[in-house]
């Protein structure tokens, strides 16, 4: 059970995890590059340290990396030494993970690693951004290897859905990097694209006037600090491109229909992410009817062994299926179950959870 929790960077997403937990009643101690966040801090409960071998020192059940993707080597060199491997388990918030484990192995820490990365965040940044309620309904992508302690994989999850009260999933780095380029990192580089297209069309300024509610939703990202989105993008390279390359494939076919008035290509472009459009009203209903694919769901579909009906939990949003996970198959298990679209709401004991499901079909 994580009770004390030390925090690496007092910036949106670490203010706004440290503020949380602190109100939860974790005992939180962080560190930041510079000491400007502070003395807010302190009034918000935190203890400050001066120095990250301080932070390890203090010997916390998890330590959560909330600096930057390009620090990550200098801050892992730093702790290694005065880390208790026996008390605290290492974890993260980068948006790339397959990255930042290649950097915690060389660093000689790959044993109490454990990766995550909460969707959660806005475009604005430092810790006077930061706001409690920005975990308000996040999803967490919790990853792992085989080198992955079970023990420690569940430590982080229950902070996860306890501490944080928020739901996760637990996937493999691969498949995290290539759905956070889809849903996360590609969009900033189109966003940034949109943006540009303005700013060099001779209407610009009649256009920047005009701009509504369609434009201020497909460009709200590209406001984003445009180094921080670059250094996001260009740690994962090779996914954003190969998805780029296949935006721009899809829109100059959609071109093409319009331009050859092909209008079987077109009404196919518009139908073609039906599953999708259903699959976020059903998102923005009430809580029961958000998860209403887990009442509906036999017991033979979740994942493992063991698997039956739990009874409605109104945490939960709707009815939750309980899953008994194997001690070995574990990892392949919970992997299957995301694919599946199945979210993670809590552990009960230490081997069985309840998920419940929302899928595009």
Known sequence: MVTTIGIVGL????????????????AVTAWNHNPRPYAQARRDGIVCVDTLEDLARSRPD?????????AMPEVLAA???ELDRTVT????VGSVKAMV?????????ADCYVGAHPMAGNEHSGYEAS?????DGALWAVTVDDRTSYARMLGVARFITESVGNRLIVVDDRTHDHAAAMISHMPHAVSTAMINLLCDAPERDIAAAMAAGSWRDMTRVALTDPQRTRAMIEEDRPNVAHLLHDMAGRLNRFADALENRDDGAVTDFFAHGDPFRRYRRVAAADVPARDAAAHDAPA????GRGATQAGKDVTAGG???????????????LLASACRGERIVRFVGDQEVEVVSRSLG
């Open 11 to 26: 910036g949106l997403i670490g203010g706004s995890l440290a503020r949380r937990v602190r109100a939860r009643g974790l």
């Open 62 to 70: 998890l330590i959560m990396l909330c600096n930057p993707l390009r």
């Open 79 to 81: 702790l290694a030494p």
């Open 89 to 92: 388990t290492l974890s993260d």
């Open 101 to 109: 484990r290649d950097q915690v192995l060389d660093a000689g820490l």
């Open 131 to 135: 706001d409690p309620a920005l975990y």
């Open 300 to 303: 033979h579909d979740a994942v």
């Open 319 to 333: 009815d939750a299926m309980r899953v008994t996970l194997d001690d070995e198959g574990w990892r392949g298990q």
